[in-house]
């Protein structure tokens, strides 16, 4: 049986990545209907978002509205950079989108 891939819309959106009452800078690199790429800024420390790590993401999906998504970590790359940075590339499903974020999704 042949697997259908879902839709990956590129986008390039700055969004906040929240673990328990920690907050990370980050950038949504695409969307598809259940899931996200996101990029953090660099920081001086990895920081861990392991598979099956529960967290919020947040973004503006217009300046009057902001979308809060609760996400679980599927798989993560940690990239280091130069100055002994680190940024973390994460591959986020969506749990239960809800229908404001399916509408967005939509719209792209």
Known sequence: MKRVLPVRVPV???ATLISGSKK???VI????DHGA???TEPTKTATPFLPGKKLKLVFEES??????????VIWLYTKKLAQSSFTNCIGLEI?????KYS???ESL
């Open 63 to 72: 300046p009057k509205n902001i979308l809060n998504l609760n996400c679980e």
């Open 24 to 26: 990370h800078g980050a």
């Open 12 to 14: 390039y959106i700055k």
């Open 37 to 39: 790429f996101v990029e």
């Open 103 to 105: 509408k967005y999704f």
């Open 95 to 99: 749990k239960k989108p809800f229908s």
């Open 29 to 32: 690199g695409n969307l598809s």
